[in-house]
């Protein structure tokens, strides 16, 4: 049985130091994991008013819906979430009784300055505390955008980087499993 696992980044910069993150993931996904990568680059802001929901927004929530679990690459922008991630959460939230999101294992990575996004992910724990999300307590992963765990095209090449990702995803593996029993 294979889990089937919804990676959003919350950057939309083709060579982001986070979308490298869930590209790595997405590459070295353990045995019975299957990563897809959403795509936020046409994703409108949230607005009830919107009488039909966008394309993008479709099949940003499908994808959700046949999520098992997400991992979410969480940018650091002026010491809490990007946009973007924050924008996808908020139109899956707005669904009949947070279907898509309640009761969902996460993982959640990031890359920034400094102290590698950690502002941003305690930010977005409490915003799944609200969605009654599962986040991963361990093993965490931050990592310093700026000091060589990247190449210029924004792909993860710190190896101590790649394995905190690899043992994010077997412990995210293992976390689903529990859960869903």
């Not at 919350?10 to 060579?15: I, P, V």
């Not at 908020?90 to 898509?100: F, I, M, T, Y």
């Not at 102290?115 to 305690?122: H, L, P």
Request: with cysteine.
């Amino acid at each position: 049985m294979s889990i089937n696992v919804l990676a959003i980044c919350g950057s939309l910069r083709a060579k982001s130091t986070n979308r490298g993150l869930v590209r790595y993931a997405q590459a070295h996904a353990p045995e019975g994991m299957k990563i897809h990568i959403a795509d936020l680059m046409e994703v409108p802001f949230y607005n009830s008013d919107l009488a039909e929901k966008p394309a993008a927004v479709k099949q940003l929530l499908q994808q959700m819906g046949e999520a098992d679990a997400l991992i979410l690459a969480c940018p650091e922008y002026n010491y809490s979430l990007a946009p973007a991630l924050k924008n996808a959460l908020d139109w899956a939230s707005r669904e009949p009784d947070n279907h898509l999101l309640s009761g969902k294992p996460v993982a959640i990575m990031g890359a920034g300055g400094g102290m590698g996004t950690s502002r941003s992910q305690y930010h977005l724990r409490q915003v799944c505390v609200f969605l009654n999300l599962h986040p991963l307590n361990q093993p965490e992963v931050f990592s310093n955008a700026f000091a060589g765990s990247f190449d210029t095209d924004g792909n993860l090449i710190d190896e101590k980087i790649q394995g905190l990702v690899r043992k994010q995803l077997d412990a995210l593996l293992s976390w689903q499993q529990q859960l869903s029993r």
